[in-house]
T-cell receptor, first 112, second 116 residues
Framework: SAVISQKPSRDICQRGTSLTIQCQVD?????MFWYRQQPGQSLTLIAT?????????ESGFVIDKFPISRPNLTFSTLTVSNMSPEDSSIYLC?????????FGPGTRLTVT | AQKVTQAQTEISVVEKEDVTLDCVYE???????LFWYKQPPSGELVFLIR??????QNEISGRYSWNFQKSTSSFNFTITASQVVDSAVYFC?????????????FGTGTSLTVIP
């Protein structure tokens, strides 16, 4: 199994500010995925991050709002910019390995 | 259209009862993977099972069993003799094709409460 850690585990932020979430994987992976889970909802893919190229965003998500970095094969960051209360969610990073998908523990974000 | 449908949003059972969680999927691909994940109140997602489209054998793992039927596009999950620790949200999910980089489609989840 893949070991994935995320920082911070939770945060409470003011409207209009930005938060950067870090995701660290215990071994190299080609692609890393960022998901959002709004309260009581399912998981929605935000973007796919490949090392050395720009992230690919899903419909409804844009780079200006959710910039992603992928500096190497074990690390990625997701920034939630200019936050509003609607951004309150759990944000999870994920990787594929051996046809299974593993998820980090999530970052629980509350925007006030 | 939803690729993965979990029609049961919430289920409550009394401890030791059996419970089946339904999952219906939709895809035009002949090759795909199906998954079940458990999300306890702590929030982390716990992988339970993966099944590829070529393997319709049912699987049993302890108190858990899965019934995969391509004819009805269903991948149902049964918990036998439920326990309080089974209380969680359960997600069914689909990957189309065999490319591990393909998108993961999640159902909306079924919240299971096991009452002691």
């Amino acid at each position: 199994s893949a070991v994935i850690s995320q920082k911070p585990s939770r945060d409470i932020c003011q409207r209009g500010t930005s938060l950067t979430i870090q995701c660290q994987v215990d071994s190299q992976v080609t692609m890393m995925f960022w998901y959002r889970q709004q309260p009581g909802q399912s998981l929605t893919l935000i973007a796919t991050a490949n090392q050395g190229s720009e992230a690919t965003y899903e419909s409804g998500f844009v780079i200006d709002k959710f910039p992603i970095s992928r500096p190497n094969l074990t690390f990625s960051t997701l920034t939630v910019s200019n936050m509003s209360p609607e951004d309150s969610s759990i944000y999870l990073c994920s990787v594929h390995r051996n046809y299974e998908q593993y998820f980090g523990p999530g970052t629980r974000l509350t925007v006030t | 259209a939803q690729k993965v449908t979990q029609a049961q949003t919430e289920i409550s059972v009394v401890e030791k009862e059996d419970v089946t969680l339904d999952c219906v999927y939709e895809t035009r691909d002949t090759t795909y993977y199906l998954f079940w994940y458990k999300q306890p109140p702590s929030g982390e997602l716990v992988f339970l099972i993966r099944r590829n489209s070529f393997d319709e054998q049912n699987e049993i793992s302890g108190r858990y069993s899965w019934n995969f039927q391509k004819s009805t596009s269903s991948f149902n999950f049964t918990i036998t003799a439920s326990q309080v620790v089974d209380s969680a949200v359960y997600f069914c999910a689909l990957i189309e094709g065999l490319n591990t980089g393909n998108q993961f489609y999640f159902g909306t989840g079924t919240s299971l409460t096991v009452i002691p």
